[in-house]
């Protein structure tokens, strides 16, 4: 889906639309508290996106039982960490932190270099697999349930995401409960609830995730162009979800494997 445009402020007087996302978040809110009754333990991979903020607000905000954790994979922008700061600060709750294992950082820099994930989407993934999916991996360990804020018009990737599936590589039932959601509708509700967000969005970011490997887009381009802009379309999934029942798997960087100049 393209960006609308890069900060068109949402017209709150728009009654129809707020109609319609509080609506959406009290359907939301319902499904939050099911799964909270149904699928104990259930967590909420929270990165930090303007999605994941309207996810937080409604999970610690309401106190539904349901974890909230994040992957620092060392490489996020610092708007980011002032964010979970923010937030903690706002809800008056320290965030649980996953961060990748020494060892499998050192590997794959030793394999490919510091950034060495410019070189090719082999490499790329395999930076993805130490910083991402491995520690995504313990946090998911022993839950019945996790919780993402992706939503079916953020990429080409994303097109058939569905609200609740099973995520057969993680053993488990994801549930994106903003699946159906649009951008606007996203900052109608961070904006009319005055929810702290990303500094990043109100400088050309839509999609933040680490810092090296996220750039700002121009209005009209894809939402998600600023995410590993230098791969195709088709390739921009990190390893942590599967959509459609194909998952960009990751390959662990083998140790030793040939070492590709830093881009
Ligand atoms: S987004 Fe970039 S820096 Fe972050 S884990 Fe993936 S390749 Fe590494």
């Not at 639309?17 to 959406?24: G, M, R, Y």
């Not at 009209?220 to 959509?243: F, M, Q, V, Y």
Request: glycine share 6%; hydrophobic share 40%.
């Amino acid at each position: 889906m393209l960006r609308e445009a890069l900060l068109p402020l949402p017209d709150l007087a728009d009654v129809d639309l707020v109609d319609t996302v509080a609506a959406k978040a009290a359907t939301v809110r319902r499904l939050l508290r099911d799964v909270a009754r149904d699928y104990a333990p259930a967590v909420f991979a929270n990165s930090f996106g303007a999605e994941d903020m309207v996810l937080t607000d409604m999970i610690w905000g309401d106190g539904i039982d349901i974890g909230i954790f994040s992957l620092d994979t060392g490489r996020l922008p610092a708007e980011t960490y002032e964010l979970m700061a923010a937030a903690e600060h706002r809800y008056s709750r320290h965030l649980e932190i996953f961060a990748p294992r020494h060892e499998l950082v050192q590997d794959f820099i030793s394999a490919y270099g510091i950034n060495g994930f410019y070189n090719s989407v082999e490499a790329r993934k395999g930076c993805c697999h130490a910083r991402k999916v491995e520690p995504l991996q313990r946090a998911l360990n022993g839950k019945q349930a996790w919780i993402t804020g992706l939503r079916a018009g953020q990429s080409q990737t994303r097109e058939k995401l569905k609200t609740i599936s099973f995520d057969p590589a993680n053993n488990l039932v994801k549930i994106s409960p903003l699946a159906d959601w649009s951008e606007r509708e996203i900052w109608v509700y961070l904006r009319a609830n005055r929810i702290p967000y990303n500094a990043l969005h109100d400088h050309g970011f839509p999609s933040i995730g680490c810092a090296p490997c996220t750039r700002a887009v121009a209005p009209g381009e894809d939402i998600r162009a600023g995410r590993w802009w230098w791969e195709s379309p088709e390739t921009k999934e990190c390893g942590l979800h599967l959509i459609d029942g194909k998952l960009q798997r990751i390959a662990k960087p083998e140790v030793g494997a040939e070492k590709t100049a830093v881009a």
